[in-house]
């Protein structure tokens, strides 16, 4: 059996709003991957769009792509991440209309949860919400700190109480969304505002399990557990959000799982659709004549100016071409300080729509918006989430 194990794909992630950018790409790749090797199952371990209430041009968009996967006889199965809601699992989310629905080849899972499909067993926990604890009489006076330690354990019982489900003749795999203790967070550190409890992975290893496939870290790693060495693997991110995701490759996991020995091999596959991220170094004469303008036109670019430079016109003249060709240029930063502000303002230059609200709210000198600006720009990225730049 052929399983594609994709994570996070914030769809409607606000970067620059670099025109040309089709946000459906990275996601329609894997489709069309999942489609041509034969799948059986596609996976997405949670956080789906960026906002919690998307617009219905993202929404329709995504359900475009799933129904090419269903058209080819491909299950799909989503668990919830901390980007899909809801705090309280009775409470509806978007994704609850391909329930209502009812879909034929889609699962949702808001809770965790015994799925099978196929020959494979499968075992859910979608993001745990301590919100949804505190709510609760008996652990209102509780701290999110030790709250966040309830919550494991009831993850740990809740598996422990499922684990018994499991057809033991077939393989078994979990999908959660979570962050693990020995993992390493992302630059989702940038888009995520909640306060995580990382658990550990021998806490929710168990034997049965052959792969367990995650979503919450948009850093692409596998750890191994010592119990039983099964492979926790985060697909990461499907697509690239800032600078610090630069060098790292995109994409997802293609999993095969032999149902009679239950054995497993899997193998990353690399999205060539992500957005791209440049840094341009210009350190030296030699490196203006070595920049790649077919890299620079579908990427999102910085400049940064170290280096001595006999022809200050010609330097610039190159940035100059540079801002024009890129997707989108972010800017310069000259670190020979006594040209500074002169050579920055001759620029046109795109600022993220996140950094332009933060820069506007470090600007008021307003005690009221100082202490909360985390939740004015949590807020403010949420409402602009929903507005879109062209109706599709
Ligand atoms: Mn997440």
């Not at 995504?62 to 699992?89: M, S, W, Y």
């Not at 992500?274 to 030699?286: A, C, P, Q």
Request: no cysteine.
């Amino acid at each position: 059996m052929k399983v594609i194990h994709t994570a996070d794909l914030h769809l409607g992630f606000l970067t620059f709003r670099e025109e040309n950018y089709e946000r459906f790409k990275p996601l329609s790749f894997a489709i069309d991957y999942s489609i041509s090797h034969n799948a059986q199952l596609f996976i997405i371990a949670g956080d789906l769009f960026e906002a919690r209430d998307p617009s219905s041009s993202l929404e329709m968009g995504f359900a475009r792509e799933v129904k090419r996967l269903t058209q080819a006889g491909i299950e799909v199965l989503i668990v919830t991440g901390n980007h899909d809601g809801p705090p309280n699992p009775e409470r509806n989310i978007h994704l609850d209309v391909y329930r209502m629905l009812a879909v034929e080849g889609v699962r949702i899972s808001k809770k965790m949860e015994y799925i099978r499909i196929g020959d494979l067993n499968i075992l859910t926990i979608p993001y745990p919400f301590k919100r949804n604890l505190l709510a609760k009489e008996e652990f209102r006076e509780k701290s999110e700190v030790e709250a966040g330690i309830i919550m494991n354990q009831k993850i740990i019982e809740g598996l422990n109480q499922l684990l018994p489900e499991i057809d033991k003749t077939l393989p078994a795999i979990l999908v959660a969304h979570l962050p693990l203790s020995e993992g390493v967070v992302g630059e989702e550190a940038y888009s995520s505002f909640t306060v995580d409890t990382p658990i550990s992975v021998e806490e929710i290893d168990r034997k049965e399990f052959s792969y367990i496939a995650l979503g919450h870290f948009h850093k692409r790693q596998i750890l191994t557990s010592k119990k039983f060495g099964h492979p926790f693997v985060y697909a990461g991110s499907i697509d690239r959000i800032n600078f610090g995701e630069e060098m790292d490759d995109k994409g997802f996991y293609d999993i095969d799982i032999d149902e009679s020995s239950k054995s497993i091999s899997f193998s990353f596959v690399k999205n060539p659709y992500s957005r791209n991220f440049l840094t341009i170094n210009l350190k030296n004469e030699s490196a203006l004549e070595n920049i790649d303008f077919d890299k620079v036109k579908e990427s999102i670019v910085r400049v940064i100016v170290s280096g001595d430079f006999s022809d200050e016109k010609k330097l610039k003249n190159i940035i100059e071409k540079v801002s024009n060709v890129a997707l989108a240029f972010t800017g310069i930063e000259d670190r020979r300080t006594m040209y500074e502000q002169a050579f920055k303002s001759t620029f046109k230059v795109t600022i993220s729509p996140q950094e332009a609200i933060e820069r506007y709210l470090d600007s008021k000198d307003d005690p009221f918006i100082k202490e909360k600006k985390e939740e004015i720009l949590r807020r403010a990225i949420e409402i602009l989430s929903n507005v879109e730049k062209k109706e599709q």
